[in-house]
């Protein structure tokens, strides 16, 4: 396949000979091949792998009838050469890894209304985007650790012990497509009774003895610190050796690229005449780790003619005060309409950090893929003053440590330099979405088109009208809008009836709800309870893959 190299300096017979070689956002950890990447998850200066240097994707209009597999075999090979997997292997891998899902396309695209149209992610085994990429990395981490365990035996086996954060969603994914598997045990921590009441079901009824489900007093930021924690102990992390399953995992936001493509030669079959190869479309997003959009910003990057990448966040909008004030805060300082603020709907500052809200796996303080964007934007930033690529890398990473040093000991950081913002404005447009308006959104859809959105949904489609409507009147015309529909309607009951209640014709159980969901409540249940304290979590792992290793005879 013929690629060549955009970004960052490497060459294109770089990309024709190895794959990627990966470094850490903070500029302490590099030359990483992606074999290492995926088993290693975080770096270990605590940075986010990126790719030494984003491939071009020469030939996309030629994909243009592909398959989903065939796609993202496409999209995928521009990463890993056949060195590190063979195709046949790579190809394999993909293709077990979408037969799971109930839609033939994996992705389809449908038409909400006019010019906006709603890309269905949830039709994987547990109905939400997660499972597009979660299905993959399970596959590529069983696949990893057959060929490292070959001959071996017993505790000299390469064990992998998966730790995950998960406000709901990438649980229940990262639970389905590692149950059962060999040399792989997976623990996900979940904020307790702050998921939806089938979110904590599809989790914690799974009873393989490799899946460990703990539920930790505290918020998802708290799951995700512990996470981190657990990764920072040189001791367990090299005992344990320690692998994860959230975005912060490079191949998930690898395999998420692939539907922003997918999306767009959906559109081009669906819209002949008001929509032609080469045309930009916009994408909304539903955002709280940023990982989702950030595989848009790399699908862009690579060529996709994307005109903007639109943030839609719930009331946790750190992402949205971001690209409204360049500032990058736990809690919004900022005051009033009436003090020259940015005071929205009454709300000037959270408490506790964390709101709850209807969109709860959203519930995110710190958007931890956020730092790879911070990272390309600082490595542009730093390119302008004229020096060589080693020295544009080496203060991208540093520029990136301390402004992650502030958030950490100061709780935020800026506001950035003004060419900073203005960089990530080029690609990107927030949209901050209230409880409130959510459920409007969901009564308008069901009573305009009679489409049921979920919540997450609700706030993606939002943000989308909403940019629709300014760019009509600011452009004259507005764009095509792919609007990101990352969960089934039916995890989250309790905010579609709230919506819906008055409806006369609406009936959840005939109308939303999917048959395996029913009777998931009355099955047995597995799950430790665990105090938001990550040296108690470690104890529990150390625990809990020691009986593991007892019962298999190790
Ligand atoms: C249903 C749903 N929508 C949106 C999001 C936000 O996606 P991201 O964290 O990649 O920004 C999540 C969680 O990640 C989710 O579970
Ligand atoms: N919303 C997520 C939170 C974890 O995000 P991730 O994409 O980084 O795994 C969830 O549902 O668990």
Redesign the pocket.
């Known amino acids: 396949m013929s690629n060549g190299v955009v970004a960052n300096g490497a060459s294109a017979d770089q990309t024709h000979t190895a794959s990627q070689r990966y470094l850490s956002t903070r500029g302490e950890d590099s030359g990483f091949s992606f074999e290492e990447v995926v088993l290693k998850g975080l770096a270990s200066d605590g940075g986010l792998y990126i790719p030494e240097a984003i491939p071009s994707a020469e030939n996309w209009e030629s994909w243009k009838d592909l398959s989903f597999t065939d796609l993202a075999f496409n999209i995928i090979s521009l990463f890993v050469s056949p060195s590190e997997i063979p195709s046949e292997d790579l190809k394999d891998i993909i293709n077990r890894s979408y037969a799971t899902f109930r839609a033939d396309e994996v992705t389809p695209l449908v038409n909400l209304q006019g010019d906006v149209h709603l890309l269905e992610l949830f039709h994987g085994p547990t109905f939400?985007?997660?499972d597009v990429a979660l299905q993959f990395l399970g596959n590529l981490f069983e696949y990893f650790l057959v060929r490292r365990n070959e001959g071996k035996t017993g505790r000299d086996r390469y064990h992998l012990t998966v730790v995950g954060a998960t406000?709901?969603?990438?649980g229940s994914a990262a639970i389905y497509g590692l149950r059962g598997k060999k040399d792989v045990s997976v623990f996900m921590l979940h904020p307790k009774g702050r998921v939806s009441p089938v979110q904590e079901q599809q989790m914690t009824t799974v009873l393989d003895a490799n899946v460990h489900n703990l539920a930790v007093t505290g918020n998802f930021d708290n799951c995700q610190d512990i996470v981190k924690a657990l990764f920072a102990d040189p001791e367990i992390n090299s005992t344990h050796k320690l692998g994860a399953v959230n975005?912060i995992n490079w191949a998930r936001i690898l395999a998420q690229t692939v539907y922003y493509f997918h999306a767009y030669f959906s559109l081009l079959r669906q819209q002949p005449s008001t929509f032609k190869l080469g045309d930009k479309v916009r994408f909304a997003?539903?955002?709280?780790?940023?990982?989702?959009?950030?595989a848009g910003y790399f699908a862009l990057r690579m060529g996709l003619p994307v005109d903007k990448l639109v943030i839609a966040t719930n009331e946790n909008d750190i992402l949205d005060r971001f690209f409204k004030t360049g500032r990058y805060e736990k809690k919004p300082t900022y005051g009033s309409k009436a003090e020259g603020g940015l005071e929205q709907d009454g709300v000037k500052a959270h408490e506790d950090g964390v709101k709850e809200t209807l969109?709860p796996?959203?519930d995110?303080l710190v958007?931890s893929?956020f730092e790879r964007l911070l990272w390309f934007l600082a490595y542009q930033f730093a390119s302008s003053a004229g020096m060589d690529d080693e020295w544009n890398k080496k203060q991208a990473g540093q520029e990136v440590s301390s402004w992650l040093s502030d958030l950490k000991n100061k709780g935020g950081f800026g506001p950035v330099y003004k060419d900073v913002l203005e960089a990530a404005r080029k690609n990107f447009e927030s949209e901050r979405v209230s409880d409130p308006e959510t459920l409007d959104t969901i009564k308008a859809l069901y009573k305009e088109v009679g489409y049921v959105l979920?919540p997450?949904?609700a706030v993606g489609v939002e943000a989308a009208r909403r940019t629709q409507k300014r760019a009509l009147a600011e452009e004259g015309a507005a764009k095509h809008i792919i609007s990101l529909s990352?969960?089934h309607p039916a995890?989250f009951a309790g905010a579609v009836e709230l919506a819906l209640k008055e409806e006369p014709e609406f009936n959840f159980q005939e109308n939303v709800l999917p048959p395996e969901f029913v009777g998931l409540d009355k099955k047995e249940k597995r799950v430790s309870d665990v105090a938001n304290d990550w040296k108690a979590v470690r104890d529990v792992v150390r625990q809990q893959v020691e009986e593991e290793f007892k019962a298999l005879g190790y």
């Open positions: 939400a985007f997660k406000s709901g969603d990438t975005s997003v539903p955002s709280g780790n940023f990982g989702d959009i950030l969109s796996a959203m995110i958007s893929n979920d997450h949904t990352t969960a995890k």
